[in-house]
């Protein structure tokens, strides 16, 4: 919801701003737009791979969609543990095979298994840098292009001011300020490119990913606890606890 409303009001101002100073084709200018543009995208495709380009389009894409929800995730936890504590293992095996989330189902596979506390630890902390790892790199990659799109403005800037300055001596007072202002233009695009759309879109990424890591640490709390032996009802208590903490840290947060 925050998504579109941003976007609705980024189209809102800009429309203003547009229509408040003077028409459509004041803010137009091909070359500015073709070197603004053009070259934040060219600079992007050198800086980064294809499949990392394709994986940052996508997270973008989902920041219209809903976040996984935990709830349902832990109170798979925490049925597995009631079954565990039965030790009806047939009934764990099932539920463990019609859990949704992929870390849980390794880090209690390995419960199941007679795991050692210390190597359920190990593994799953491993998932969990490597999901921060990867979950990085699209707001990595809107970061960069944030960076990249105010200096491709500036270029284009400075071609415009080279070419007004050429025809100083042969133009009138008119032209040259028509000049000045194509020129102009591209630190707009630029500014806009990068404060509007890009870094906004990085920093949503990088809330996301704080969250999902957050919701992995709580699972793992949950798989550890039941490794070490305690009963289901302390087991809800303490995740319905640490979820509390972490609703109330995002809360804050935003």
């Given at each position: ?64 969609r809903e976040d996984h ?173 640490m979820l509390r903490e ?9």
């Amino acid at each position: 919801m925050s998504t579109s409303i941003g976007l609705i009001g980024a189209v809102a101002l800009l429309s203003f701003v547009i229509l408040h100073e003077g028409s459509d084709s004041s803010f137009v200018d091909p070359t500015g737009i073709v070197i603004v543009f053009g070259g934040t995208v060219v600079a992007g495709f050198l800086a980064f791979r294809l499949s990392e380009i394709k994986d940052a389009l996508s997270a973008a894409a989902t920041m219209f969609r809903e976040d996984h929800v935990l709830d349902r995730d832990l109170a798979d936890l925490v049925a597995f543990a009631r079954a565990t504590s039965r030790h009806s293992i047939a009934d764990a095996e099932a539920r463990l095979r019609a859990m949704r989330s992929p870390f849980l189902k390794i880090g209690l596979q390995m419960c199941l298994d007679g795991a050692s506390t210390d190597d359920i630890l190990n593994v799953m902390n491993w998932r969990v840098q490597k999901f921060a790892e990867q979950e990085g790199l699209p707001a990595r990659f809107y970061r960069t292009l944030a960076g990249f799109a105010p200096a491709f403005g500036l270029l284009a800037t400075l071609t415009g001011l080279i070419g007004m300055m050429a025809k100083l001596g042969t133009a009138d007072v008119r032209a040259v300020g028509a000049s000045m202002a194509i020129a102009l233009l591209a630190t707009f695009y630029g500014l806009i490119l990068a404060n509007l759309i890009f870094k906004p879109i990085a920093i949503k990424l990088e809330t996301r990913t704080q969250r999902r890591i957050q919701m992995l640490n709580v699972m793992l709390a949950g798989i550890v606890l039941l490794r070490v032996g305690k009963s289901p009802t302390m087991i809800q208590d303490s995740l319905d606890a640490m979820l509390r903490e972490v609703r109330d840290e995002v809360g804050n947060a935003d």
